[in-house]
């Protein structure tokens, strides 16, 4: 409708523009005109005025059909509205305030036209915890969806990264299809993902919105020829497919990497997501809990907002707000002594991670619930990032100290599809913290992370060698050999002594030191048959390589026998010189096995 609005729109400036030009023409002329083009002329200047009404109106319309009044803010009492450490959802829009404007903003980029692919690919930038997954989810997800758009769920790229993506566009086409079996399409070639978003359509003219949360997966957790794959195919849809929009959400510290991965021309114009003025701030603050009630005592929201003040802000403010709503509940009213005892902005988050492990009463204590914790840690680059854990590989005693910081909301559980190591389409249990604020500004989380950073670097790195290794099909190409299983073993060995090795770690330096000792046997066989065929002729050749073999590779039967049999036909002579009195004893330094 839009469209057909702006064609009109373009026929009436035309007539304008024609009927202006005539009585311009004739009132500046004497001459007699024929009685058609008289009357044109009489009606030119009252039918311009209409027509530049008209125009007007329909510009109004087209501006309204582009931004459309938001729905009205309707929120069930009983529902909390406030989301906590958790991003905002795209059906909690009517809690969401701040940005409206940014949101707006976006919506208008990605609906407006396109000529080039790299204009439909548009990328939200900012800090972790600005709230970029919010923007998107419930600012921008929820005005397209208003006007028709067609949107792909939302998913991250992870280790697998297509696997994600044909997931997201199995559950968008709700036949029933498997990600595998779409998955399976996409990896015929770049140009299949078009054809998934054709079918999408149903041959309908509706735009298709791909949306792809923590975009800085493909260059922290995806191998490169996952992440090649990932980008041809999206870039392939993108020449393609004019009515196809990709928006995606990156860590900008993270963003230069992503610059460096061969399609930088996809990505040199992001929108950055910068921090809320005190005025967003307030209505942050203020507004949901209007929703159902809730006022705050003269002054405090100030108080609020002026303690929102570290780069953690938007998430420890949500955290506070969703405990302060806990605290005095729909319909009232919150009191700065509630706000106090909570411990503020800042020790809110803090406070509830204390009492979290003092209620646990478990025999291990704070060193025991923090070993169990530095599970959901890892390192990326220099920083501290968040982990996901299977449940599967928790003992009780790890899962009794989950299910207590899952119970105060700082670490939340999931089923998750398609994992590295699971690819026959069932669902396993996950956790993972809430969010990074947990181990940034809880005190012992982050110092116990600070100190044992370098043994959570060698674990990640075990971790992708593991990644690379199942996403191979377990090829015997991607095991470990030589230093690199050396070192392996080492890190899997200190990673055992701390209580923090995984099972993809360990299940790689198994099957790799298994190919490794296999191989160092059939060398040990090789070299005892060869022995016993040259011991008669070769004895002290024998003698010494069939103690390397027993020594240096396996003690296997062969290479035992070998020895002994170059020991038999031995009859090394060698004159001792030096001695002065009756030799009566001899003792050699050679091994025998």
């Not at 510290?253 to 910068?274: E, K, N, S, W, Y």
């Not at 004159?575 to 003792?587: A, I, Q, S």
Request: aromatic content about 6%; hydrophobic content about 45%.
């Amino acid at each position: 409708m839009r469209n057909r609005l702006q064609v009109v729109l373009q026929v009436l400036l035309a007539l304008v523009a024609c009927l202006l030009g005539i009585a311009t023409n004739y009132a500046t002329s004497t001459d007699e005109a024929p009685w058609l083009l008289e009357a044109i002329r009489q009606a030119a200047v009252p039918a311009i005025g209409l027509l530049i009404v008209a125009m007007v109106v329909g510009q109004v319309v087209v501006y309204r059909l582009e931004n459309p009044a938001p729905a009205p803010s309707e929120w069930p009492r009983d529902r909390i509205p406030y989301p906590g450490l958790d991003a905002f959802g795209e059906d909690e829009t009517a809690v969401y305030f701040g940005r409206e404007a940014q949101a707006a903003e976006l919506t208008r980029r990605l609906h407006a036209s396109a000529p080039r692919p790299a204009d439909r690919f548009l990328m939200l930038t900012g800090a972790s915890g600005s709230g970029k997954s919010s923007l998107v989810r419930a600012g921008v997800m929820p005005r397209l969806r208003r006007r028709r758009w067609t949107i792909v769920p939302t998913f991250s790229p992870g280790s697998n990264p297509l696997h994600a993506l044909a997931a997201s566009l199995a559950a968008a086409g709700g036949g029933g299809e498997s990600a595998d079996t779409v998955l399976r399409r996409l990896r015929q070639g770049p140009e299949s993902l078009a054809a998934e978003v054709s079918r999408l359509r149903s041959g309908q003219f509706r735009r298709v919105l791909l949306v792809i949360d923590q975009f800085e997966e493909l260059v922290t957790l995806a191998g490169e020829r996952e992440q090649a794959q990932f980008l041809e195919a999206l870039h392939a849809c993108l020449r393609q497919e004019p009515s196809v929009r990709v928006l995606a959400t990156c860590r900008v510290d993270l963003l230069g990497r992503l610059l460096g991965t061969g399609h930088a021309p996809f990505l040199q114009h992001p929108v950055a997501i910068g921090t809320l003025s005190r005025a967003q701030l307030v209505q942050v603050v203020e507004r949901p809990g209007a929703l159902v009630g809730i006022s705050f005592e003269p002054s405090l929201v100030e108080v609020i907002v002026d303690d929102t003040g570290t780069d953690d802000a938007l998430p420890l403010l949500a955290y506070l707000l969703q405990e302060l709503y806990f605290a005095c509940g729909p319909g009232g009213t919150v009191t700065e002594e509630m706000y106090r005892q909570l411990g503020g902005v800042v020790g809110a988050l803090a406070l509830q991670a204390d009492n979290t492990v003092a209620a646990l009463g478990t025999p291990g204590g704070i060193e025991f619930a923090l070993r169990v914790l530095l599970k959901f840690v890892t390192v990326e680059e220099r920083d501290l990032a968040r982990r996901p854990v299977r449940l599967s590989e928790l003992t009780d005693q790890e899962q009794y100290v989950v299910d207590a910081f899952i119970e105060a909301r700082l670490i939340r559980s999931y089923a998750a599809e398609g994992t590295a190591g699971n690819t026959n389409g069932h669902r396993d249990a996950y956790a993972e913290v809430t969010h990074e604020a947990l181990f940034r500004q809880w005190a012992p989380l982050r110092q116990e992370a600070e100190a044992r950073a370098e043994r959570l670097r060698e674990r990640a790195e075990l971790e992708r060698w593991a990644a690379d290794w199942e996403r191979s099909g377990r090829s015997a190409d991607y095991l470990l050999t030589g230093e690199r299983l050396t070192v392996a073993q080492r890190w899997l060995a200190a990673l055992e002594e701390a209580g923090q090795a995984s099972a993809p770690a360990r299940a790689l330096v198994d099957a790799s030191q298994r190919r490794d000792l296999a191989f160092l046997g059939r060398v040990s066989d090789s070299i005892g048959r060869q022995m016993l065929a040259s011991a008669e002729t070769e004895p002290e050749r024998a003698l010494l390589l069939s103690l390397a073999a027993l020594g240096e590779c396996a003690p296997t039967p062969a290479a035992r026998r070998g020895l002994m049999t170059a020991l038999a036909a031995s009859h090394l002579q060698t004159r001792l010189d030096g001695h002065t009195d009756t030799v009566t004893e001899v003792h050699t330094t050679a091994p025998i096995a």
